[in-house]
C-alpha cells in the first residue's frame, strides 16, 4: 500500500465527538475514520488556508463537473450538470426536505433498522415516523414490500427516506429492489430521498446502484443525496450535494436549502469536494482493501473466539452489524455492560429502530485497534457466558 492506514493518529485535542470519552475508552461508534483525508485533499486545503483571505464563497461548474465525472466514471450514471445543488450537508438537506416536501403530521416511511438521525429529521418537524421494518431472516435483510406497499399506499404517507447503501447493516440495493420501491413511491405520489452517502465504501469488486438509475419513475421522482465526507472522512468541512434530476422537483429543493440557509459553501467546502473526486481515486482503492481486510480480520475473530456473536454479511460501509441474539438481553443493557467492563465504546442497535438484538461496530481505524476491540469484547462476552 502506498498509503498509511496502519500508523495511529492521536485526535486528541481536536475537539473529536468520537473521542470525547473517557480515560481508557475506545471509540467505535460514530461514524467518521481514525484515518487522516488523502494527502492530496490535506494539501489543496493548506493551499487554500494559506492563502489567508476567507471570504463568500461561489459555487463553480468545476464542482458540479467534478461530482457528474465521479459519478459517471465509477458508478455509470450521468447527470446532467444542472441537477447538482450544494448543499452543508446530508442531514441539513434531508430535514429540509421533509420541511418543503411534507406538511406537519404528514407520514414519512424508513426502513427500520436505519440511520438513528433519520428519526430527528421527521419528529424534530413534527412529521410522523412511519417504521417499516426490514424482514430478517438467517442473519440476512430485505425489503419488505407487503409492509412497504401497505406504507406508501397510506394517504397520509408523503416522502420516504432511502438509505442506499443501507447504514447499519451494509447492505447494497439492487436494481430491482430500487425499481420495485420507486415504482410503488412513485405510484403513490411519495417522494423518495435516496441518502448514497456512503456509496464509494463498499468491499472491493462491489459496486451500488444509483437509486436513480433503477427506472424512469426512480429518476423523476428523487432527491440524491451525496457527499465526498464520508468516503474521503470530510465530515467536519460540511460539503454535500443534492442531486435532483427532476427540474421541477430540484427547484423546490433548491428554494427549501436557499429559505434554511444551508446552501452556501464555507471556504473549504468547494476544494475538498472537487480534490476528493479530481485526485481522490487512488487513496479509495487502497482504502476500500483496508476496510475489507479489517471486516475479514472481525468475521475470522468472531467465527474463532465468540460464536455467539453472529456478523450480518455486508457489502458496504464500514460499519459492521453485529448480532447479540444469543446473549438474551435488551441489547442497550448489553451495550452498557461492554463499555462499562471494557471501555469499548460501541453504538447501542436500538437507537436505528427495528432491532434490539444488534450493536454497531465501526472498524474505519488501523488494525491494531480493530485487535484491541476485539479482545475488549471477548473479555465483555466470556463474564457474561460464565454468568
Ligand atoms: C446514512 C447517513 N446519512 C447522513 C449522514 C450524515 O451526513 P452529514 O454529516 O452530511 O449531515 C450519516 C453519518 O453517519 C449517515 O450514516
Known amino acids: 500500500m502506498s498509503y498509511d492506514f496502519d500508523t495511529p493518529v492521536d485526535r486528541s485535542g481536536t475537539y473529536s465527538y468520537k473521542w470525547d470519552i473517557g480515560e481508557g475508552e475506545l471509540p467505535m461508534w460514530v461514524a467518521d475514520m481514525d484515518f487522516r483525508t488523502a494527502p492530496e485533499i490535506t494539501e489543496a486545503l493548506t493551499r487554500r488556508a494559506a492563502h489567508g483571505v476567507f471570504g463568500y464563497s461561489t459555487i463553480p461548474d468545476e464542482w458540479r463537473e467534478a461530482y457528474r465525472d465521479w ?21 441539513p438537506i434531508i430535514s429540509s426536505c421533509v420541511r418543503k416536501l411534507t406538511t406537519p403530521g404528514e407520514n414519512v416511511v424508513i426502513m427500520t433498522p436505519v440511520y438513528n438521525v ?24 430485505s425489503v419488505d414490500f407487503g409492509r412497504l406497499g401497505a406504507a406508501l399506499a397510506d394517504k397520509q404517507t408523503t416522502l420516504l427516506l432511502l438509505c442506499n447503501p443501507q447504514n447499519p447493516a451494509g447492505i447494497i440495493w439492487d436494481r430491482e429492489t430500487l425499481a420495485k420501491i420507486g415504482e410503488l413511491a412513485c405510484d403513490n405520489g411519495v417522494t423518495v430521498i435516496a441518502d448514497e452517502i456512503h456509496c464509494d465504501l463498499t468491499d472491493p469488486g462491489c459496486e451500488y446502484v444509483p437509486f436513480a438509475s433503477a427506472s424512469e419513475k426512480c429518476r423523476d421522482n428523487c432527491v440524491v443525496c451525496i457527499a465526498p465526507t ?54 479509495l482503492e487502497e482504502l476500500r482493501e483496508y476496510i475489507f481486510r479489517n471486516k475479514q480480520l472481525v468475521s475470522d475473530y468472531l467465527r474463532e473466539n465468540i460464536p455467539q456473536i453472529k456478523l450480518v454479511p455486508s457489502q458496504a460501509t464500514y460499519l459492521l452489524w453485529l448480532d447479540c441474539t444469543a446473549f438474551g438481553m435488551p441489547v442497550h443493557e448489553l451495550w452498557k455492560f461492554i463499555r462499562k467492563n471494557t471501555g469499548l465504546f460501541l453504538s447501542d442497535g436500538s437507537i436505528y429502530g427495528g432491532s434490539n438484538t444488534h450493536l454497531r ?14 479482545a475488549r469484547l471477548k473479555r465483555a462476552a466470556d463474564m457474561l457466558l460464565q454468568k
Not at 73 to 91: K, M, N, P, Q, S
Not at 275 to 280: E, M, P, W
Not at 361 to 374: E, G, H
Open 71 to 91: 459519478w459517471r466514471d465509477r458508478h455509470g450514471i450521468e447527470y446532467d450538470l444542472r441537477a447538482f445543488v450544494f448543499a452543508t450537508g446530508v442531514i
Open 118 to 141: 433519520f428519526f430527528n429529521c421527521i419528529r424534530n418537524n413534527g412529521r410522523n415516523v412511519l417504521e417499516c421494518p426490514l424482514a430478517y431472516e438467517g442473519g440476512r435483510y
Open 230 to 283: 464520508k468516503t474521503f472522512n470530510l465530515a467536519g468541512i460540511q460539503t454535500a450535494a443534492a442531486v435532483i434530476p427532476n427540474p421541477r422537483l430540484r427547484h423546490k429543493v433548491w428554494r427549501a436549502l436557499n429559505t434554511d440557509e444551508c446552501g452556501e459553501p464555507g471556504s473549504f467546502a468547494i476544494a475538498a469536494a472537487v480534490t476528493a473526486f479530481k485526485q481522490g481515486g487512488a487513496w
Open 361 to 374: 461496530m465501526n472498524i474505519a481505524c488501523p488494525a491494531s485497534q480493530v485487535r484491541d476491540a476485539l
